[in-house]
């Protein structure tokens, strides 16, 4: 369709071409290891990509191409508590609990969980349609627990067609409706989905939604570990933003290659939290959820949206009414702009326990105190 350039310039689209670089689960794998393979300043750290995600093999279905052999030696090696090729704990591995997950799918949907069973891993991939793509990773056995039930976060990010990346500060987490226990086989204790777990008995039976803010979150952290001093800006909030740069960054040479302007995606990213307080990226969605599951979310997504459009329709489109003064600050903080020369990623050499002396001591890892640096690009 012929567009004269002003009609063109009044045109926003939602989306990116190639975000499925980092937005399936497939994909943020390889992608993530290309960028800390090339990335000098993760090579001189010696920072993995499973320094970020669990161990994690990519395998297809009806071939034992290298990953899926790679995978059949690390369980072996895990069964014989042989840890020495982790980049985790090795409290993490002691059951060889390990997730498959198909490629491309979301909200929680086909994910297996399988304790200690080879035989049973390789007969459901053998029973996959052929030549689909599966995530065989590492699951963290030892999770941090809410109210003794498992739980991940979803924070927001926002990628402009400026090739500027911002946080949502207001992040929330989503908490099973089981109590935790590593052997059981209910996904309903594994997978804190709100698209799977608003189907269990117990949804919304300890929690509105089964969802909280970071500020009950942060309530319960200080009566339940209030002598560590836990809080989730100082001590959670880094490693996520750093985690959610390292994304942006390891993609953002393949989206937006048309220079579309006026083009954004809103992504979410998922978190989960292991006893000794370290930060895992689970996975990275496009679409992601914006359902109203109780009145908190009720009232953050209208906050949320005005936030969004007025970084990126407001400056498409011009208001037809002039709006009223804002009461709340811009809650979307940029964390990555190369033409505003702001890179919020804290040097790769800083480790991902905030508190070293808490974490475990048969992990092969380093760990050094978080430091509070911003570079400049």
């Known amino acids: ?178 109590v935790y226990e590593l052997n059981s086989k209910q996904n309903y204790v594994h997978l804190t989905n709100n698209c799977l777990q608003q189907y269990g008995e117990k949804y919304s039976v300890y929690e509105e939604g089964n969802t909280i803010s970071f500020e009950v979150f942060q309530g319960y952290l200080n009566r339940v570990h209030g002598h560590l001093g836990v809080e989730v800006g100082k001590h959670l909030v880094p490693r996520m933003k750093d985690l959610m740069i390292d994304c942006f960054m390891a993609a953002r040479s393949t989206i937006n290659l048309h220079k579309r302007r006026n083009s954004f995606e809103l992504l979410g990213f998922d978190f989960l939290i292991d006893e000794d307080f370290r930060v895992w990226l689970i996975e990275v969605n496009t679409n992601p959820y914006l359902g109203i599951p109780n009145k908190f979310i009720e009232g953050l997504l209208p906050k949320m949206l005005n936030d969004l459009f007025e970084i990126t329709l407001d400056q498409c489109f011009e208001p037809l009414n002039a709006m009223p003064k804002r009461e709340m600050k811009q809650q979307f903080e940029l964390l990555y702009s190369e033409k505003r020369r702001v890179n919020q990623r804290r040097e790769f050499s800083v480790g991902p326990y905030p508190f070293p002396n808490v974490a475990a001591a048969e992990s092969p890892g380093v760990f050094c105190e978080a430091k509070s640096i911003e570079r400049r690009v």
């Open 1 to 178: 369709v012929n567009m004269t350039r002003e009609a063109r310039h009044h045109i926003c689209i939602n989306h990116f071409e190639n975000i499925n670089s980092i937005s399936t689960k497939t994909e943020l794998v390889k992608t993530l290891r290309r960028y800390y393979n090339k990335e000098s300043d993760a090579v001189l750290a010696h920072y993995n990509v499973f320094d970020s995600i669990p161990t994690s093999f990519i395998v297809l279905a009806g071939s034992k191409e290298a990953d899926y052999l790679s995978f059949i030696q690390r369980f072996k090696e895990l069964s014989k508590d042989n840890y020495g090729r982790e980049r985790i704990p090795g409290k993490h591995c002691k059951e060889n609990v390990w997730l498959i997950k198909p490629a491309a799918m979301n909200q929680g949907r086909g994910i297996e969980v399988f304790n200690n069973d080879l035989e049973a891993m390789l007969k459901f991939l053998e029973s996959r349609p052929m030549f689909t793509y599966w995530v065989i990773q590492k699951y963290i056995e030892r999770p941090l627990l809410y109210k003794d039930r498992k739980f991940d976060i979803r924070v927001w990010g926002l990628i402009t067609w400026k090739s500027e990346f911002f946080y949502y500060r207001a992040g929330y987490l989503r908490t099973s409706s089981e």
